[in-house]
Every structure is written in structure tokens, then in C-alpha cells.
């Protein structure tokens, strides 16, 4: 007799379990059933732990039971869930042992799901030791976190089903979505990626080569973490759960994939195909999250490429046939941020009359964009100079890179009716600059939205704009950029009296103003840096994120973010002009791993730029000892030297001897910071005013400093008053 795959022995064990059905029903406190509830409840205590005396009954009077009774009427299981705003959590799920292993507690479940579809989703906690994952995993659960049990050495794992994403972070993953190709990962590719992150060699690696990523954007689903939950190291386990968690994480639509995993389960059983469960899920799940390719080193699955285009219009091919459609990009990526260190952009404001020759480097003929009414424009534009600001960005070489035009007659709001990068190798790196310089001066003037008009947007304008969130209206794209310091509750107040004061275009804002009111984002921190992004540079200060302060020599940070320090390094050639040097979305920082006093992503850095730190003063850099900037914390990597160096060689102004400087621990590691979305301050804060503020007469500023929330704050409005 031919032996069964898992697959298949797995399929038929499954239709053991389903062949019996149950009648699922709530019951309330008069049901005969309780009694019934309450015996099984304290009959296995043991594993369900104790429950409060009357809890039963509190529970069933508010119809928050579902019991499974047999053929013959007998309760055989519940189900005990309550609720807490947005989600449910189920409390107990209970099957009688003579009826476990016959799908009680599956169709139980699926009832809780068919309760709470319009709500956020379900969670639980369950004993990892109770040996359950499979179970829970087979129900459609996701495995988030480990927490600690209060019984001694135990962890317990929180696992979460989510009906309704909040719309905010939908909209987010669909933004960086258009913006780049979207690459589902395979769990073998995931695997091979976290094992050989670090080691040398062409081919694990290309994939996560800087001229890959800028095109191309790796996705996971969120099953990759239950598989991840299956390994048994602590530390492996939670190493692993990190390393996903810097991959995009696609959504899916939980009715579809059931549609869609029951079609693919026919076709692995037609193909004589090996695939056991969780991968059969993570691949249902590629296909129902709208993915268009699915990377994978697994030559059965390569195999079925054509039957799986077939059936769901997702192409299943190796990493290296991919790479290969995008090696013309190799010799010129269009995202390359290290490519304006060390030069000089001068900002020029434009003046009446040099309308033709501004028309002639930037008027948009591949959208057929009249050049007369372009030059009509811009003569309006410099004409009307109370209303209007018209600003070009140039090298230093005298190369015209941008143009951009401010509109200013609303007080709320900053217009952007012309911007244009050009077409050169930076432009898409300007592009991000421009628009991130743009909201900064929108916020700083006290407007609440940047609105840009222009009906020529080049692509590299278009994506840029999708990757800051702005929502797309009938005449262009609006974004919220809050200048403002509030309590999650205000701030989601304030939202909703902009969208009262403005109109019904203005409502995307009321959707944020509901997603901060949701007491989980407050306390999950990457959830409150995401929204302090959209709002940006709005700061909730009831937040879970945390701040430190971090030490940074002025020749660091005058190449990194500091453009006033950069002004003492370069003279400014010209005319009015203004040196922005490596004026990047994003950068890296080095530093030795001592003392970085528990420093991890996400969190917030206030940049103090150091007197000594080796310098003497700052060697020849003036006024400083201060803190001068905010940034958000993406990623910090622990590594040697040259492997950081050669992941992060794109973003930084150091050389490879510079990081050999660094003071290794003993195992020769260094960290990087990789650090975003910097936010210059109006007035420094003096080292006197950071020491009152902090209540701290001997302060040494050497290491990472973390602060509360409260000082933060604190300094954050010295540093904007």
C-alpha cells in the first residue's frame, strides 16, 4: 500500500476530527447547561486556572458562553470569552475528554468568530508548555509574543486573530506597496535570509543588497510567526520573531482565505504534493493577501509554478530569476542618499522674470504639459510674491536639480501647485528630501496640512508622496502634519474638530482621530511611532515609546543632520545661499554596544552634540554642548564592523576606517543605529537647561541616556519654543 504524505495522513486525521458535528448555542444564567459549564470549569482547573466565585454565571447572564452539545443533547465543551472595546479574548475553551479530537472545539470557535466579525478580532493566552500551537495555529490564530506565566519558569504565548486591521495601517501598507514591487518571501527563503544575514556570500545575500531593496519591497505574512513559534530556544525563537518584524507584514481577508486554502488543499492532493500545514497556510495566505510573486528555493513548489499562475495569478519563481529582471538597476538605483555627502545643495529664491528659464529645465513634456501655460504659471507665481515663494535647488556646480513653488494665502494649509525633481540618478533622493523639508515648514508656520496640486507629478514625486502618507483628494494629495504636543485623548479630540472645521475632505483625520482613541495603540509603541509618523511631528505624550539621549560628536552630526554645524565646515558660494550636506530621510550612527543602556527599535533620540568626546571642544566647531535635533530610532543591528559597514554603505557619510575606530566588545561587534525623519530644533537646549529639566546636577553624557516621557516633553517644547 502506498504510503501517505503528511499532507494527506494529516488531511485524513483532520476529517476524523470534523465528521461529528455540534450544536454551538450561547446560554445564559437560567440554562440548564451551566451547571454542566461549571463542572468541566472546575474539573480542570489545573490547566484553565481559577475563576471567581459567581464568574460563571456573570458571564452566562451576559451571554458570553457558547456550549457544544452532542446528538443527544449533552454539553460537551464551552467556550467563556468576554469583551474589552474593540477585541474579544477568550477566557476558557473546554471539551470533555471523551469528545476531544472530534472538532468540538473548532466549531466553537468558529461561532466566536462568526460573533465578532465586526470587531478588531479575538485574542488569548496560552501556556506554551501545554503543547497547544498546532491547535490554535490550525484555527487561524497568529502567534505575537511570550509572556511570563506566574507559575515559575513558564511563558505564556498571545495569540491573535484579526478580523478588521485598523484602517490607518492598511492605508500605510498599501502606500509603501505602490511605491515598489511587492516580493512575498517563502518560509525557506525567510529562513535562509535570517541564517545567512551576515556571512559573505553572493547569493543568500542578494536579496537584501541595498540596490534590491530599493526597488523591491520583501513582504512576509503573518503565519511565518507561528512557525517561528514552534522553535524551542527562548532566544532563537525570539531572535527570529525580531528579524520578521523588519519585513512588511501583509493582510489578508480572512473569508477569502478559507476559499482559498480549501482550492489549494484540492490541488497539493491531485499533485501528490508534500506540503504540511503551516505551509500550506503561509502559501494560502500569500495568495490571499494580493501578492503578485512568491519567492521560494523549493523545487517541489517551483514545480507547480504553472498550476498555481493558473488558479491564482501568483507567479511562484526562484530569487534568481527575479534578480535577473532587475539587474539593469544595478548600475543606477534611484534611491541612493549617500550620493549627497559632501556636496553642497544651494536653495535660491527665484525672482520675477526667469520664468523661461526656469520652463526650460522643468516643464513635464512627457505628460504633454503645455510649456506656454507652464511659463504663464510661473510668471504669476514670482509676480505674486506675498502669496507665493518660488525656490530652486541647484549643486554647487550651478545644476538645476528642483524646482518648487509654496502656495501661502491658507492658514491652515501649505500648497505645493509646482514640484519637480528633473530627471537625473538623485532624483528620487530629492524628491523625499523636498517633500520631507516641505511638511517640516508647514508645521513650523503653524499649518496643519500640506496640499500639493501639482497636476504633472514625475513617478519619483508620486512615490515619495505615497511613502509619507499622503491621502490622495480630487485636485491632488493632502497630508496632516501636526504641530503639536498632546495626551493620545486630545489629540484625537483635535483631530475631530479639524475634520468638523473643514469639510468632508478632511475626513480621512476623524479615521485617525477613532485610531488613537483605541487604548492599544497608546500602549504599543510601534503602533504610536507609526501614527506620531502620519501626524508627524505631532508627539503623544502618553505614548510607550521610548527616548534617549545620545552623545554625538558635532563632526558626526554636522554631516548627519546638523546643516548649522555644516555651515561652520563648507563657506557658501553665491548668494543667499544654504549648505545642506547628506540631508537624508534616513541615516546610520555607529557606536560601541557599552553602555547603550537597553537602547532598541522603536524609539526616540534627542541628539546631543558633545563638547569633548574626544574633540577638545568640538575641534573648531563653535556653540557647542546641546541637544539639537529628534529622530526616530527604525533598526539597531549588533555586528562587526565590515558587515555593518557593507549593509549600511548607502546611507552613511563614515568610511570603512572610520568603524574599525570603534571599540569593539569582546565577541568584535559594534552597533549600528539606523535612525529616521530628524527634526532640527528652533533653539538648542544648553547642557544647564538639560540638567534643570532632568533634575540632575552631575550629568555625564557619554553613553545613551534614557528619559520618561515627561522630560522628554519637556524638552521637546524648550527645543520648539
Known amino acids: 500500500m502506498k504510503e501517505k504524505s503528511r499532507y494527506e495522513a494529516g488531511k485524513d486525521k483532520q476529517k476524523v476530527k470534523t465528521d461529528v458535528q455540534f450544536k454551538i448555542e450561547p446560554i445564559d444564567n437560567h440554562s440548564p447547561y451551566l451547571e454542566t459549564v461549571k463542572k468541566l470549569g472546575r474539573a480542570n482547573s489545573k490547566t484553565l486556572g481559577n475563576f471567581p466565585k459567581g464568574a460563571f454565571e456573570d458571564h452566562a447572564a451576559r451571554r458570553q458562553i457558547l456550549v457544544a452539545l452532542d446528538s443527544e443533547s449533552s454539553c460537551v465543551g464551552y467556550l467563556l470569552y468576554r469583551r474589552s472595546r474593540d477585541w474579544f479574548a477568550i477566557t476558557h475553551l473546554c471539551i470533555d475528554p471523551s469528545c476531544r479530537d472530534k472538532g468540538a472545539a473548532k466549531q466553537l470557535v468558529d461561532r466566536l468568530k462568526q460573533i465578532t466579525t465586526s470587531a478588531r478580532g479575538i485574542k488569548l493566552k496560552c501556556r506554551r508548555d501545554y503543547n497547544l500551537q498546532g491547535m490554535w495555529s490550525s484555527f487561524g490564530f497568529i502567534a505575537t509574543l511570550d509572556v511570563e506565566a506566574r507559575a515559575k519558569n513558564k511563558k505564556l504565548t498571545l495569540w491573535v486573530l484579526e478580523h478588521n486591521p485598523l484602517p490607518l495601517f492598511s492605508t500605510m501598507i498599501q502606500q509603501q506597496l505602490e511605491s515598489k514591487l511587492c516580493a512575498m518571501i517563502a518560509p525557506d527563503i525567510f529562513l535562509d535570509l535570517y541564517a545567512e544575514e551576515n556571512i559573505d556570500s553572493e547569493e543568500e545575500n542578494i536579496l537584501l543588497a541595498d540596490w534590491v531593496q530599493a526597488e523591491l519591497n520583501l513582504c512576509i505574512n503573518d503565519e511565518i510567526f507561528n512557525q517561528i513559534n514552534r522553535v524551542y530556544n527562548n532566544q532563537e525563537r525570539d531572535s527570529q520573531h525580531y528579524f520578521a518584524q523588519t519585513f512588511t507584514c501583509l493582510p489578508c481577508n480572512n473569508q477569502r482565505l478559507e476559499e482559498n486554502l480549501n482550492l489549494l488543499q484540492q490541488i497539493i492532493i491531485k499533485n501528490n504534493f508534500v506540503l504540511d500545514e503551516y505551509n500550506l497556510r503561509y502559501l494560502a495566505k500569500s495568495i490571499t493577501s494580493e501578492s503578485h510573486i512568491f519567492l521560494s528555493r523549493d523545487k517541489q513548489l517551483l514545480n507547480l509554478t504553472d498550476i498555481i499562475y493558473e488558479n491564482f495569478k501568483l507567479s511562484v519563481i526562484h530569487p534568481e ?260 550636506l547628506a540631508f537624508n530621510r534616513e541615516a546610520v550612527y555607529y557606536r560601541a554596544i557599552q553602555n547603550s543602556r537597553g537602547l532598541n527599535a522603536p524609539c526616540r533620540i534627542l541628539w546631543y552634540v558633545s563638547e569633548t568626546q574626544g574633540e577638545g571642544r568640538g575641534k573648531g566647531f563653535q556653540d557647542v554642548g546641546y541637544i539639537g535635533a529628534c529622530s526616530y530610532v527604525d533598526e539597531v543591528i549588533i555586528g562587526k564592523s565590515k558587515e555593518l559597514y557593507r549593509r549600511f554603505q548607502r546611507l552613511g557619510v563614515y568610511n570603512e576606517r572610520d568603524i574599525e575606530k570603534i571599540q569593539t566588545d569582546k565577541n568584535g561587534n559594534i552597533m549600528a543605529i539606523r535612525f529616521s525623519d530628524t527634526e532640527l530644533f528652533n533653539n538648542h537646549i544648553s547642557f544647564q537647561e538639560l540638567q534643570q529639566v532632568l533634575d540632575k546636577d552631575k550629568l555625564l553624557l557619554v553613553s545613551p541616556n534614557k528619559i520618561n516621557n515627561e522630560s522628554f516633553i519637556k524638552l521637546y517644547n524648550l527645543g520648539n519654543r
Open 321 to 580: 530569476e527575479l534578480i535577473n529582471q532587475l539587474d539593469e538597476l544595478r548600475d543606477k538605483p534611484d534611491y541612493q542618499p549617500v550620493r549627497f555627502s559632501g556636496t553642497t545643495l544651494e536653495e535660491i529664491q527665484m525672482q520675477t522674470g526667469q520664468e523661461d528659464f526656469l520652463a526650460t529645465y522643468f516643464y513635464n513634456s512627457k505628460l504633454r504639459e503645455n510649456k506656454t501655460d507652464f511659463q504663464q504659471k510661473l510668471q504669476r507665481y514670482l509676480a505674486e510674491h506675498d502669496k507665493f515663494e518660488c525656490i530652486v535647488v541647484r549643486e554647487s556646480n550651478k545644476n538645476l536639480l528642483a524646482l518648487i513653488v509654496y502656495g501661502k494665502q491658507k492658514k491652515h494649509e501649505l500648497e505645493i501647485p509646482i514640484i519637480r525633481v528633473g530627471n537625473h540618478n538623485l532624483s528620487s533622493t530629492l524628491a523625499r528630501h523636498i517633500i520631507f523639508k516641505s511638511i517640516l515648514k508647514s508645521a513650523h508656520e503653524q499649518r496643519n496640512f500640506t496640499r500639493i496640486t501639482d497636476p504633472y507629478l514625475e513617478i519619483t514625486i508620486t512615490e515619495a508622496i505615497q511613502e509619507d502618507a499622503f491621502v490622495k483628494v480630487s485636485n491632488g494629495w493632502v497630508k496632516a502634519n501636526l504641530s503639536v504636543v498632546k495626551a493620545s485623548l486630545q489629540l484625537s479630540d483635535y483631530l475631530t474638530n479639524l475634520a468638523f472645521d473643514f469639510g468632508d475632505e478632511y475626513n480621512f483625520v476623524m479615521e485617525l482621530a477613532n485610531n488613537i482613541n483605541n487604548e492599544n495603540i497608546v500602549i504599543d509603541a510601534q503602533s504610536s511611532v507609526d501614527i506620531e509618523r502620519f501626524l508627524f511631528p505631532a508627539k503623544i505624550t502618553d505614548s510607550e515609546i521610548d527616548t534617549f539621549i545620545i552623545p554625538i560628536q558635532p563632526r558626526w552630526a554636522s554631516y548627519l543632520f546638523d546643516e548649522n554645524l555644516a555651515n561652520q565646515m563648507l563657506p557658501l558660494p553665491g548668494f543667499g545661499s544654504k549648505a545642506e
